[in-house]
Structures are given as structure tokens and as C-alpha cells.
């Protein structure tokens, strides 16, 4: 594994929290926001309920939930959120 990230040819973003091992071999590292910060559904277990939980706290910095991350990237790739596929272009 450490050999496959060494690489020179591969360029690798990684979100995490913290500064991992897995995380030093990334290009750019995007920082997350923790289950504190983001609003979710949570599904419970064995039962038909679920709960929602806003987040409490502002993130930190320019840390973002990873839904967030991951439209920005879909935008700026030409995705659309509808059809999560590239948008045709003139």
C-alpha cells in the first residue's frame, strides 16, 4: 500500500479529520467536519424509527461534511446533482 501511494504518477486528495498515515501520502488533504458539525438522519436498529440531528456546531476553519465536498467536486467536474453524470455542453 505505501509503495502504491509513493507513486509519483498518482495525485490523491483525501478528506479526513485528522493528519493520518494514510493521509501523508496525499497530494492535498481537505479537512472534514466532524458528526458534530453536520445535520443527518439516523436510522436506528431493529425498529422503524429514525432520528434527526442538526448540527450544534459551526465547523471549524473551512472544513466541510463530505455531502458538501463531494458536490463542490461534482460541480466543478461538470456533474449534475440530479443525474450524478456530465452535463452536455454546446
Known amino acids: 500500500m505505501r509503495r502504491g501511494l509513493a507513486r509519483p504518477d498518482i495525485f490523491s486528495v483525501g478528506i479526513e479529520l485528522t493528519m493520518t498515515e494514510s493521509m501523508t501520502h496525499c497530494d492535498v488533504v481537505l479537512p472534514a467536519a ?3 458539525e453536520c445535520a443527518d ?3 436506528s436498529y431493529g425498529l422503524s424509527l429514525a432520528t434527526a440531528r442538526g448540527g450544534g456546531d459551526p465547523p471549524l ?3 466541510l ?5 463531494f458536490r463542490r467536486l461534482a460541480a466543478r467536474f461538470g456533474f449534475d446533482d440530479r ?5 452536455m455542453r454546446n
Open 34 to 36: 466532524t458528526n458534530f
Open 61 to 63: 476553519g473551512e472544513s
Open 41 to 43: 438522519l439516523y436510522p
Open 65 to 69: 461534511p463530505n455531502t458538501e465536498i
Open 83 to 87: 443525474a450524478s453524470r456530465p452535463r
